[in-house]
Structure formats: structure tokens, C-alpha cells
């Protein structure tokens, strides 16, 4: 499945480098990509492993708030 989040408080490539670490490493991603100047976050996840809850966890664990 493919989604595109919302997600606030990404300014840099630092921000950009930390939410697609933190995602990354949600079991189940396959892709992630953000785009900070865009607010947005595109991922590609298996839902039988992980679901979109988790990877909003993750967005939150690395200091981001996604607003969908």
C-alpha cells in the first residue's frame, strides 16, 4: 500500500534524513521518501506487517507531527 502523509516541522535534510530513518525501520516498510519543503511524506508499506499507525508513530518518534 502507498500513502501519502501530511506531516509538519520538517525544515532540512536533517529532518528530512530523520523521519526516513525512524520510518525505515518500522518492519514492513518498503519505501519511504520525504519531502520537507513539500510538508509531505510518501510510503510504501506491506500491510500485513505494518500498518499506518505504527508508521505515524515512528514520523512521531523521530519529532515530527503528522496532520494528514
Known sequence: ?????KVTGMTCHHCKMAVEKE?????????????????????EFDETKADL??????????GYEVVE
Request: charged share 35%.
Open 53 to 62: 499507525e505504527k508508521i505515524k508513530e515512528a514520523i512521531d518518534e523521530a
Open 23 to 43: 520510518v525505515g525501520n518500522v518492519d514492513g516498510v518498503i519505501s519511504v521518501v520525504a519531502f520537507p519543503k513539500e510538508n509531505r511524506v510518501e510510503v
Open 1 to 5: 500500500m502507498k500513502k501519502v502523509l
